[in-house]
């Protein structure tokens, strides 16, 4: 007994090598918010939680779920259709559209918000001219309230549908041409070939993206607060800082997060034990469909649609805005907001590539159920919405600032602040916990395709497991390491929920800028900082559509 005692224990501490407990450690630091909203479930609120239950908690629940499945069906149909027309399809302008439907991951869901607010709204330039034109006053016609939850809906969809068109674009440039060929000799036409063949073998991918949207929807505060529309998000931050109560903020963000994990339930169950595989390793030059006459002119109109309301009409609205009237502060306190917006992309961007490289080495060294437990636990953070881990977090840090404080004020008559939820620091502990999982699904993909001889070779040269990631891997995945970090620096940059949170006094950025002035219907002066969040997003998402033209294995031209 003894002797198998002493064996269990020497095997658990091979288990548990340096580099294991390194990553069970950063899965549990990316956890500890998670850990801290669920064991508020079971507290007591004093009868805030049976008002809010009786009063709010279904319009937030119902005006989430419809956000939830407007967006999550007008993505998919948008996404799915336009990747396809760009991959299949001849049509004049194809080339271009095969980036530019990518760029409206560059604005955030609240600026497009702001911009066509003031575009749309009755005394915005639009109505001022259709009252102009047709000699309309007051109550003579009937105009679209922008400021609503359908509103919220159409312009989230409109920011969102990229995340589909992506994967769904990669997975119709893998697909081989052979089962394509298959429907063809049976006589299927470019329609029904897409709706029988195409789609269920890209549906994975098609999942995937819904997945990252509805995700995002969820993580939505900017939009949904600014058009008053009522949903878990803006209930937390309300609950939070309008009534006080932190345990029942923290039981709306319990809430949310079991919403979530229904949500990664359902897509896993979906998807059963069913597989999608090719058959053949053949990767040809896709099968390409002339389209002429009404044929290109609709291809034409459904992809530049997208790109046009979802990009270039907003971006145009806040040009124009920022040079007419602009910041008032622009020059003097915006520097301010750009650096601090700046240094935080920067430092989470590169924390969260460095841990990435931890977790997908660790694996690569020691896959085991454990180590992949940690991984699955520490990549789980994009799935939690930006509010919920920001409650998370401010509950232990501000116990542990008021423990400090009070500790040092009995022993030697002194209070020091507030060391942790009054500094940057909670912001950095956010953002990386959230967009931990971009950096890691970019490094472990990149890791998985160096051979693994090369680690056997580095090893019988004497290095160590260190030493070969420095030395071997680093160089062979700098790419990769590149555009993971520029993704979370994109990400940081437009990030609102956790940061209106979270943010220390007196310090803002630029997302915080734009929000605060458009709170206060200073959208003319909301442009500046907002123009400037655009311009940072648009350089990753054109160095993303130039890494997918190359992506087409076996193809002549990189198509």
């Not at 896709?286 to 609709?298: K, Q, S």
């Not at 509010?387 to 002194?414: M, R």
């Not at 940057?424 to 916990?433: D, G, H, N, S």
């Not at 997918?548 to 990189?558: C, D, K, L, V």
């Amino acid at each position: 007994m003894f002797r198998s005692a002493t064996t269990g224990l020497i095997s658990l501490s091979r288990r548990l090598s340096p580099w294991t407990l390194l990553m069970l450690g950063v899965a549990l630091v990316v956890a500890l918010p998670v850990i801290v909203v669920m064991a508020h479930v079971v507290m007591p609120t004093q009868g805030v939680w049976q008002h809010l239950a009786s009063t709010v908690l279904g319009r937030y629940l119902g005006n989430t779920f419809y956000l939830a499945v407007t967006v999550g069906l007008g993505s998919m149909v948008i996404g799915t259709g336009t990747a396809w027309l760009v991959v299949m399809c001849r049509f004049p302008g194809r080339r271009v559209f095969e980036w530019a439907l990518l760029l409206p991951l560059a604005v955030p869901t609240y600026v497009i918000a702001y911009a066509y607010t003031d575009f749309l709204q009755y005394a915005g330039p639009l109505q001022s001219w259709l009252r102009e034109l047709f000699d309309w006053g007051h109550g003579d016609y009937f105009f679209p309230d922008i400021r609503s939850l359908g509103g919220a809906a159409t312009l989230i969809t409109l920011v969102l549908y990229p995340y589909v068109y992506l994967l769904a674009r990669a997975a119709f440039l893998e697909q081989s041409v052979c089962v394509l060929d298959v429907g063809r000799t049976l006589g299927r036409g470019p329609w029904n070939l897409f709706v029988s063949v195409a789609v269920p073998l890209a549906r994975p991918a098609i999942v995937g993206g819904v997945s990252l949207v509805l995700m995002e929807t969820l993580n939505e505060f900017g939009a949904v607060q600014f058009f008053g529309v009522d949903t878990f998000t803006t209930g937390i931050y309300r609950t939070w800082f309008g009534l006080g109560e932190q345990v029942a903020a923290a039981q709306l963000a319990a809430c949310l997060l079991l919403f979530v994990i229904a949500l990664v339930l359902l897509e896993r169950w979906s998807r059963g034990k069913r597989r999608y595989f090719h058959t053949t390793g053949r990767y040809q030059q896709l099968p390409e469909y002339r389209l002429r006459g009404w044929r290109a002119t609709a291809a034409f109109t459904a992809c530049a649609l997208p790109v046009l309301i979802g990009f270039l009409i907003p971006s145009g609205l806040l040009l124009q805005m920022a040079v007419a009237k602009g910041d008032a502060l622009f020059g003097t306190r915006f520097f301010d907001f750009a650096w601090n917006s700046l240094m935080l992309a920067v430092i989470a961007s590169l924390i969260a590539v460095g841990l990435a490289v931890i977790l997908s080495y660790g694996v690569r060294l020691h896959d085991s159920p454990l180590t992949r437990i940690a991984t699955r636990i520490a990549s789980m953070g994009y799935a939690i919405p930006g509010s919920v881990i920001a409650v998370g977090i401010l509950i232990p840090f501000a116990w542990l600032d008021n423990t400090v404080n009070t500790w040092l004020h009995v022993h030697y008559g002194k209070i020091v602040g507030l060391i942790f939820s009054g500094s940057a620091f909670i912001l950095v502990y956010a953002y990386v916990v959230r967009f931990l999982a971009v950096s890691f699904n970019t490094v472990e993909a990149s890791l998985g395709k160096v051979t693994p001889s090369m680690d056997a070779a580095s090893r019988t040269l004497g290095q160590t497991p260190a030493g070969t990631l420095k030395r071997v891997h680093t160089p062979i995945m700098r790419g990769s390491l590149i555009a993971a970090g520029i993704l979370v620096f994109v990400d940081v940059m437009k990030e609102l929920p956790a940061t209106i949170i979270l943010r220390p006094f007196n310090f803002d950025t630029l997302a915080v800028r734009a929000y605060s002035l458009a709170s206060d219907e200073r959208l003319a002066e909301a442009s500046t900082a907002s123009l400037a969040i655009v311009a940072v997003g648009i350089v990753p998402v054109i160095l993303l559509s130039m890494a997918m033209r190359r992506s087409r294995p076996g193809s002549g031209n990189h198509h």
